[in-house]
């Protein structure tokens, strides 16, 4: 169902609805009728976590018109009977910043989102308005915002270097924040297990991140330590929200190391304990006990500071080397592991033929053995080549549904744009919101279906700041998703990770759109 969008004030969007059961009203001439389009039979969940009701939706350029009990005449209907409608997902931790490259979206398409926000973990495009551009030029599948990310500015500004800011340097990274908000940025984000962000201090990130909320903007943190460290972080986390007085999400909430498996209990008290005082802080998490990120997280921080000949130089030094190697192992055991076993190579280029295999297989394969010394070693291999994307499994069961549990955690899925055929990526690209609608909805029970859709909807909307989107009623966008909860479930596994989810409806389609606008400081952008 296409859409227009009024946007929300420095709010970027690319317009345009996905659906799992869409039906595109793109390029049909204008009817006379009261409704462009009626859904009919269907059971609705409004994504206020209301309970489900029978009604009909009528739809007129592009907004729900009317909810209810329609029997007017429409240019187009579609049956819904069996079937739920609930509002379009929005997914607010993605790294689609590609998305002009690949603007169909399709593996967000099947899993029923309609609303992106690119730019997460500090990494994004570092000229906001270029690429707004390049989306508007190009158009979408689906609604499209982006953050502005903090390794970028600091990268741009200062390089690689582990010290602190000049009073020079941090008003030009203050000044790349205002820039990318004043382009259309909703909000500042960081990245900090990542070089160069993780070195920056607290003082530093709140400093950026006041810019951004003054602006009308969020802070969206990967923090410091998601396992070993998890309460620190958190506490860091709401510091920040206290400093700059804004809205704060903590990314893909988890607790990463087996040492620390149960410590979800204490990161969602410290949330609850800053939200009673009265300070705006939510959550977000993928539905799966494995992360993904970049291998050069396994290493020390300090190893990886300065050019790329600097860090080739350390690793190639043998001394410098063995340093590394050991406080690499040091790592491992602190957060309850023996080796890098538990970790899978998701994308290599320098040899694709490694896609797919624990470290433990590959040092095998490599190494002629798969100990912890020889994964250690083709680690350095991989890292001097160019690093690799990893998937590691290092989550329990229990945080996971404690977490989700949580009324203020939204679902997101921290995925890229999946191309079919590239890579072994993590499932949550074509998996996380069918998962939970089949897993921990159907299956385990963790949550009602209203909740689970609530979390996929108005949850992160209203914390974004997305109006009129993530419910329905009359006056909303029309991003709507139709599927059976009684089969709805996610195909996509570990080993083959990019089937489409089944029992979504059939004759899917997408609407896309050319529209895009930038906000304007000190205005509302127009319609598009």
């Not at 967000?108 to 308005?129: K, L």
């Not at 005082?277 to 992360?291: E, F, H, I, N, P």
């Not at 590394?324 to 970790?343: T, V």
């Amino acid at each position: 169902m296409a859409s227009a969008a009024l946007l929300p004030r420095r709010v970027a969007l690319a317009a345009g609805v996905a659906t799992l059961a869409a039906a595109s009203l793109a390029g049909q001439a204008p009817s006379r009728a009261p409704f462009d389009l009626v859904i009919t039979h269907g059971r609705i969940i409004d994504g206020t976590g209301a309970p489900a009701r029978a009604a009909d939706i009528g739809i007129r350029n592009g907004r729900i018109a009317e909810v209810g009990q329609l029997r007017t005449a429409a240019a187009e209907r579609i049956d819904a009977s069996g079937l739920t409608i609930a509002p379009g997902f929005v997914d607010v931790h993605t790294h689609a910043d590609d998305i002009a490259d690949h603007p169909l979206a399709e593996n967000f398409v099947h899993m029923g989102v309609t609303t992106i926000v690119a730019g997460n973990c500090g990494s994004s495009a570092r000229n906001i308005g270029d690429a707004l551009g390049r989306i508007r030029a190009t158009g979408t599948s689906v609604n499209y915002a982006t953050l502005i990310g903090h390794n970028t500015i600091r990268e741009a500004v200062m390089g690689n270097d582990n010290r602190f800011p000049s009073v020079t340097e941090l008003k030009k990274m203050k000044s790349l924040v205002f820039e990318g908000m004043a382009d259309g940025a909703i909000g500042f984000s960081t990245g900090l297990q990542y070089i160069p962000g993780t070195y920056a201090t607290n003082f530093e990130i709140s400093s950026l991140a006041h810019v951004a909320s003054n602006e009308g903007g969020i802070y969206a943190t990967h923090m410091r330590n998601e396992g070993t460290a998890l309460e620190a972080a958190v506490r860091e986390s709401i510091q920040v929200a206290y400093l700059i007085d804004g809205p704060v999400e903590i990314s893909h909430l988890k607790v990463d190391s087996p040492a620390q498996w149960g410590a979800s209990a204490t990161a969602l008290a410290l949330i609850d304990a800053a939200r009673k005082r009265g300070l705006r802080v939510q959550a977000d998490q993928y539905a799966y006990t494995a992360g993904s990120s970049s291998l050069s997280i396994r290493f020390p921080s300090w190893a990886l500071e300065g050019a790329a000949e600097v860090v080739q130089q350390r690793l190639r030094d043998p001394a410098t080397w063995a340093r590394i190697k050991k406080e690499m192992q040091q790592l491992l055991d602190e957060r309850g592991f023996n080796d890098l076993s538990w970790a899978t190579i998701a994308s290599y280029r320098a040899d694709p033929s490694l896609d797919g295999l624990t470290m433990k297989q590959a040092a095998e394969k490599l190494k002629g053995s798969g100990g912890a010394d020889a994964q250690l070693e083709l680690a350095r291999d991989m890292q001097r080549n160019g690093g690799a994307a990893m998937v590691y499994h290092f989550m329990s069961d229990d945080d996971v549904a404690t977490i989700m549990r949580h009324p203020m955690v939204s679902i997101a899925s921290d995925a890229g744009i999946n191309v079919l055929g590239r890579g072994v990526p993590h499932p949550r690209g074509y998996g996380d919101n069918p998962r939970v609608l089949g897993k921990y909805v159907r299956e385990d029970g963790v949550l009602t279906l209203e909740e689970a859709v609530r979390k996929m909807t108005s949850l992160p909307a209203q914390f974004f700041g997305f109006a009129d989107r993530g419910v329905i009623k009359a006056g909303a966008f029309a991003d709507l998703v139709i599927f059976d909860p009684a089969k709805v479930a996610d195909t996509a596994t570990y080993a083959k990770p990019q089937p489409i989810p089944s029992a979504s409806p059939p004759s899917s389609s997408t609407a896309s759109s050319r529209c895009a606008t930038a906000g304007t400081r000190g205005r509302r952008p127009d319609r598009c």
